[in-house]
């Protein structure tokens, strides 16, 4: 069953929007880390960047070697529902979506107060900086702090 804030999203029908991924974490360290949206294994279990997928699985491995847990930051999506075919950048329904969701993940960032906010993938930086193309790519400022 999804959220009352999911009402009205242009995917709201869609059939894998059926699953709306948790928030995970305690943000002992004081981090927020951002992804895109729940892909096929975050979709079946319900949590963001799942262990069980490929990307989870080297998410996973990389908190291992920082000496951390997920409890100790906290996890979460732009998007919290599988997008169709798993896509959302340059997606017709892309920014009215982002719109939609944005509550959720202000309602995060609100409860959590993060000290560091780790954008993974161009959607997350662009929807937590506004950053966007050109010299303002993710590929550009990967490995920047940006205030």
Request: charged share 25%; with cysteine; glycine share 12%.
């Amino acid at each position: 069953m999804l959220p009352k804030s999911c009402g009205g999203c242009v995917l709201e029908t869609n059939p894998r929007c059926g699953v709306f991924t948790k928030v995970v974490g305690e943000g002992r360290e004081g981090v927020l880390i951002v992804g895109e949206s729940s892909g096929l294994h975050e979709a079946t279990n319900g949590l963001p960047i799942a262990e069980t997928g490929a990307a989870g699985a080297v998410f996973e491995k990389i908190l291992r070697q920082l000496g951390k847990t997920r409890k100790d930051v906290v996890i979460t999506n732009v998007l919290r529902c599988q997008t169709p075919n798993g896509l959302v950048e340059k997606m017709p329904w892309e920014y009215a979506a982002l719109e939609k969701c944005r509550e959720n993940l202000q309602k995060v960032v609100e409860e959590y107060k993060p000290k560091v906010v780790i954008a993974l993938g161009p959607v997350a930086l662009r929807e937590l900086t506004g950053f966007s193309g050109g010299k303002k790519a993710l590929r550009y400022v990967r490995g920047y702090t940006l205030d």
